[in-house]
């Protein structure tokens, strides 16, 4: 046997579904030019759990709201797979964000004239998307919700609900899901329950998902924490801890 043969070969690392470079945003206030982001470069990989944390002003929603075609950056690039998302012209971008991206909201945002099982179905519906029958019967069982799919959201607990909105964002399988402050109208409990089912869909469903959060105890579900400040990434940490994470934090708002 040849030396070559019996050389491991390296693992060759996926390319990252999200990338972001140089990306800047500049509101002007009056006169005022205030840089919310400035000069940000950042990817995201397949089946991470990524949290965005910052101070109050740090430049966090609106790296969210950029990386997911919600905003439009003042200059830089965001790339979803293989598509520049920057520059795209609303219609294709409205398209892009209903069949590649799921989004989890803090306010739940479910239909209440809707079921539990006709708010998870309802972005496929709307673009006439097969149901994966598998898929949905498995995510309804891991989020608990096989009682309470014939439920309106009023009949529902808060954590219900967030499931329900966490359901739909993964049924139809997105390469990305952005999840904004997800547990922030919940009980401790029900945040526990959200964001444990958030870490194991990053893992056992492949699912690349990107959470801004204040919370260090919600972090520390992450594989990864990046931290802003001023518009900047300045840190990030890998399998962060609710401790190693608010030490962190302190250091930025120091």
Partial sequence: MTESAVKPTSPVQAPPVVVARGLTKIYDTGGNQVHALAGVDVEFHRGAFTAIMGPSGSGKSTLMHCLAGLDVPTSGTVHLGRTQITGMRDGDLTLLRRDRIGFIFQSFNLLPMLTAEQNILLPSQIARRRIDQARFDHIVDVVGLRD???????????????????????????????????????????????????????????????????????????????????????????????????????????
Avoid: C, W
Avoid at 204 to 214: E, F, G, K, N, S
């Fill in 148 to 254: 309470r799919l014939g439920h309106l959201p009023a009949k529902l607990s808060g954590g219900q609900q967030q499931r329900v909105a966490v359901a739909r964002a993964l049924l139809n399988a997105p390469e990305v899901v952005y999840a904004d402050e997800p547990t922030g109208n919940l009980d401790s409990r029900s945040g526990a329950e959200i964001l444990t089912f958030l870490r194991d869909s990053a893992k056992d469903l492949d699912q690349t998902i990107v959470m801004v959060t204040h919370d260090p105890v919600a972090a520390s579900y992450a594989d990864r924490v990046v931290f802003l400040r001023d518009g900047r990434l300045v840190d990030e940490v890998l399998d962060p801890t609710a401790e190693t994470v608010s030490e962190h934090l302190l250091k930025l708002e120091a």
